[in-house]
């Protein structure tokens, strides 16, 4: 059932996940449980640093996207955004 549960997350993480993919990221499902996504920005070696938006939209766009299945959203960013060009 959990596995089940995670593949619909995914399905409604769909579009901000192709999104993410332009730019160079990966979005992972790290875990959920009992109603709490914990996701993961992964960065590729040719990531749109500037393209991706402030850690707390992100969170709320994910948030949107899973209201009806996950009751609270933790989101991990890549830690290499230190290289601002």
Do not use: W
């Not at 109603?35 to 992100?58: D, F, H, N, R, Y």
Request: aromatic share 4%.
């Amino acid at each position: 059932m959990a596995e089940a549960m995670t593949e619909t997350i995914k399905q409604a993480l769909e579009p901000i996940s192709k999104s993410l993919q332009a730019d160079g990221y990966e979005l992972v499902v790290n875990s959920f449980e009992e109603g709490v996504l914990s996701v993961e920005i992964q960065a590729g070696p040719k990531a749109c640093v500037e393209c991706l938006v402030p850690k707390e939209l992100m969170e709320v766009m994910i948030q949107q996207s899973v209201k009806t299945l996950a009751r609270s959203v933790h989101v991990r960013y890549p830690t290499s955004q230190d290289h601002h060009g």
